[in-house]
């Protein structure tokens, strides 16, 4: 019996819909955690890890509770911000 059969399948679906929504704050906090093990190194791919557990448990991507800003590391930032080039534009 392999890993993708149809009951395990089934049971990850059932899992999903009980869970759904907690995926994307789960997600987040370990791609966040991810990104400082690995100094950002990967945070662009890390970025779309998150947008798509967000879009897939039915929340906006790119809402993350930082107004669409994310931490920068480098110096010479006001207060470690700067805009994020991935946020959703408002309308208008």
């Known amino acids: ?3 993708f059969n149809t009951r395990n399948i089934n049971k990850a679906k059932r899992l999903f819909e009980k869970n759904k929504g907690k995926i994307g704050s789960t997600v987040d906090k370990a791609t ?3 990104d400082k093990k690995t100094g950002g190194k990967y945070s662009d791919h890390l970025k779309k890890v998150d947008d798509a557990a ?3 448990a039915g929340e906006q991507p790119g809402a993350d509770g930082r107004g669409g800003l994310r931490p920068d590391e480098s110096e010479g930032t006001a207060s470690g911000l700067h ?3 991935d946020a959703p534009k408002p309308n208008g």
Do not use: A, E
């Open 1 to 3: 019996m392999g890993l």
């Open 32 to 34: 966040d955690t991810i």
């Open 54 to 56: 967000k879009k897939l």
């Open 83 to 85: 805009p994020d080039p």
